[in-house]
């Protein structure tokens, strides 16, 4: 299975709506690691790394957010992982 790492930048209503603790419970569940983080301009920025397949997953679930939030626009690239990460963590 090929590792792959992405960064992404979320937005829509994605802030104030638990969205940072839902994407650490759904990368706990599928395993990756990295981080989340509100950014200033109001989206989140995810960056995660582990199993290609899961990172896309991932992804899907990101793009569908938890039920509160409405995600009208996903940045996302690819490429290797880095081996920084150990665990998923919410950045605040």
Sequence with gaps: MAQKRFSARIYGRVQGVGFRFFAREVADELGVVGYVRNIADGGVEVVAEGD???L???VDLLKAGPRSAYVSRVELS???PTGAYDRFH???
């Design 52 to 54: 290609e397949t899961l």
């Design 56 to 58: 896309e997953e991932f």
């Design 78 to 80: 690819w490429g290797p």
């Design 90 to 92: 919410v950045k605040l």
